[in-house]
């Protein structure tokens, strides 16, 4: 049974006098409202989440996920061209230090500094584009994982 009050709609259990959540008084001589079950949804109607419904229609055009798979574009361009700016810049600063060793007379020390800055700077790139690149190839596997998954998860539907 439910509470008389339009407001509250409380459960009213048998012998009741006041609703259990506004304090309403129930009259034993007016009727008290039934219990209404919500309707029954039919089992052989599928619910969808709406996460789930762009996965798939993206899915079936063949590109899951268009943002990360440029982000993955991105990261590995990126990579490629800090590395070549690295170098550039140990090439620069090997070009500084044979300039200063050639006006201070003492080319040999500053000539091993410079192809010093030249290999560090080098290896920094080539470890930034190592990094860059293989976070960009991880989100590429993630993104062929979750092709996998989706397009299994459809072929269990239709079966």
Same mark, same amino acid.
């Given at each position: 049974?439910?509470?008389?009050?339009?407001?509250?709609?409380?459960?009213?259990?048998?012998?009741?006098?006041?609703?259990?959540?506004? *304090?309403?008084?129930?009259? #034993?001589?007016?009727?008290?409202?039934?219990?209404?079950?919500?309707?029954?949804?039919?089992?052989?109607?599928?619910?969808?989440?709406?996460?789930?419904?762009?996965?798939?229609?993206?899915?079936?055009?063949? #590109?899951?996920?268009?943002?990360?798979?440029?982000?993955?574009?991105?990261?590995?361009?990126?990579?490629?061209?800090?590395?070549?700016?690295?170098? *550039?810049?140990?090439?620069?600063?090997?070009?500084?230090?044979?300039?200063? *060793?050639?006006?201070? *007379?003492?080319?040999?020390?500053?000539?091993?500094?410079?192809?010093?800055?030249?290999?560090?700077?080098?290896?920094?790139?080539?470890?930034?584009?190592?990094?860059?690149?293989?976070?960009? #190839?991880?989100?590429?596997?993630?993104?062929?994982?979750?092709?996998?998954?989706?397009?299994?998860?459809?072929?269990?539907?239709?079966?």
């Amino acid at each position: 049974m439910r509470c008389p009050n339009p407001d509250c709609d409380g459960d009213l259990r048998p012998g009741d006098r006041h609703c259990p959540l506004c *304090g309403t008084a129930v009259d #034993e001589a007016a009727p008290v409202q039934p219990a209404v079950a919500p309707p029954l949804v039919p089992a052989a109607t599928p619910r969808v989440s709406q996460q789930a419904v762009p996965r798939r229609a993206i899915s079936r055009e063949g #590109e899951a996920y268009p943002a990360l798979r440029s982000l993955s574009a991105v990261l590995i361009k990126t990579g490629s061209a800090l590395r070549w700016v690295f170098i *550039g810049a140990g090439v620069v600063l090997l070009f500084l230090h044979v300039m200063r *060793g050639l006006n201070a *007379g003492g080319l040999g020390t500053e000539l091993l500094l410079g192809a010093a800055g030249l290999g560090v700077c080098a290896i920094v790139g080539w470890l930034l584009w190592l990094a860059l690149a293989v976070h960009a #190839e991880l989100l590429y596997l993630l993104l062929d994982v979750a092709n996998v998954f989706i397009s299994s998860q459809s072929s269990h539907r239709r079966q």
